[in-house]
């Protein structure tokens, strides 16, 4: 499967605990976005990277949560003592460098998401 | 004004019938346009590209007004599996960032 991976597809935590998303890009994308999502909502943008590099990460909450996307490796997504208000289904998606399209910016592919529920 | 701008129906239609989506956007320097499809719980799935001058895939139409800062989104025969929530995407000029629209909810009837 050479799509976007993510992992794990559900996620259960305690409140106070630590949660960690996981997310590999489509093969021969160098860029990924976090979105997070709450029932009945819109997808809400968090943060972009590309490999080694926190490019965009206004969406991102100040506290709790960061994000690296290392040289080898996946995406992680961590979010420290976990609340209530954390549980969302949290999407990640990849695409080719921004801008080589040869329309405009290249659509982004996403991952199946993975879902936190905070107990 | 948001920018990014989707009635969110519920938009009920019989299976065959045309539907028809708008989309607004605030920001006259977006150039990239997206539609998604989302089912229920499940990731947004690109359906397609507008490009200025319009184009089609299958059943599907979207179109691109500059002038009002509008995209829109035409299904033809509406089948039953049309039935899920449709994304309007736009890029934020300056940014590599992408503005998601609330989405517009579909469902085709038997």
């Known amino acids: 499967n050479a799509g976007v991976m993510q992992n794990p597809r559900h996620l259960v935590r305690r409140r106070g605990q630590e949660a960690r998303l996981r997310c590999s890009p489509m093969?021969?994308?160098?860029?990924v976005y976090w979105y997070r999502q709450l029932p009945e909502e819109g997808l809400k943008f968090m943060v972009y990277?590309?490999?080694?590099?926190?490019?965009?990460e206004s969406g991102m909450p100040k506290e709790r949560f960061s994000a690296e996307f290392p040289k080898e490796g996946p995406s992680i997504l961590r979010i420290q003592q976990v609340v209530r208000g954390d549980s969302a289904a949290y999407f990640c998606?990849?695409?080719?460098?921004?801008?080589?399209?040869?329309?405009?910016?290249?659509?982004?592919?996403f991952g199946d998401g993975t879902r936190l529920s905070i107990l | 004004r948001k920018e990014v701008e989707q009635d969110p129906g519920p938009f009920n239609v019989p299976e065959g019938a045309t539907v028809a989506f708008n989309c607004t956007y605030s920001?006259?320097?977006?150039?990239?346009f997206f539609w998604y499809r989302q089912d229920c719980r499940k990731e947004p799935k690109l359906l397609m590209s507008?490009?200025?001058s319009g184009n089609e895939d299958g059943r599907f139409t979207a179109q691109l007004n500059r002038a009002s800062q509008y995209i829109s989104l035409l299904i033809r025969d509406s089948k039953l599996s049309d039935s899920a929530t449709y994304l309007c995407?736009?890029?934020?000029?300056?940014?590599?960032?992408?503005?998601f629209g609330t989405g517009t909810r579909l469902k085709v009837l038997a």
């Open positions: 998606a990849s695409s080719p460098l921004p801008g080589t399209g040869i329309k405009g910016n290249q659509p982004q592919h």
């Open positions: 093969k021969g994308h160098s860029h």
């Open positions: 990277l590309q490999k080694e590099n926190i490019i965009d």
């Open positions: 920001n006259s320097a977006s150039q990239s």
């Open positions: 507008v490009y200025s």
């Open positions: 995407v736009v890029n934020k000029p300056g940014t590599y960032k992408y503005i």
